[in-house]
């Protein structure tokens, strides 16, 4: 059964960085990505990376502080997050669709497969 696990969440000041990190092996096909929840807001599709590594997406509001990568073996997926806001605060999801476009995937947050999250919380 394939499965996704996350790791690297936690409490970070307001300017500061994290790494989030997603077990993802046996993926092979699938685009991968991250998506976020805030208590009483929509939920958000941060970013996206193709099922061959070529293409990634990333919603407005992380664009220029977030990355998202993978290992060469394609087992990690890892998001960058730099310079942190308080409004990033979230539950991070790791999320798996089946050969989905990125920007379908987290224009949408539409996925197949998810984790079991992991909280990120920015404060002073």
């Known amino acids: 059964q394939l499965q996704l696990v996350e790791s690297g969440g936690g409490l970070v000041q307001p300017g500061g960085s994290l790494r989030l990190s997603c077990a993802a092996s046996g993926f092979n096909g699938y685009s991968l990505g991250w998506f976020r929840q805030a208590p009483g807001k929509e939920r958000e599709g941060v970013s996206c990376i193709s099922h061959s590594g070529g293409q990634t997406n990333y919603a407005d509001s992380v664009k220029g502080r977030f990355t998202i990568s993978r290992d060469s073996a394609w087992k990690t997926v890892y998001l960058q997050m730099n310079n942190l806001k308080p409004e990033d605060t979230a539950v991070y999801y790791c999320?798996?669709?089946?050969?989905?476009?990125?920007?379908?995937?987290?224009?949408?947050?539409?996925?197949?497969?998810w984790g079991q999250g992991t909280q990120v919380t920015v404060s002073s």
């Open positions: 999320v798996a669709g089946f050969m989905r476009d990125v920007q379908d995937m987290c224009g949408h947050s539409l996925a197949d497969i």
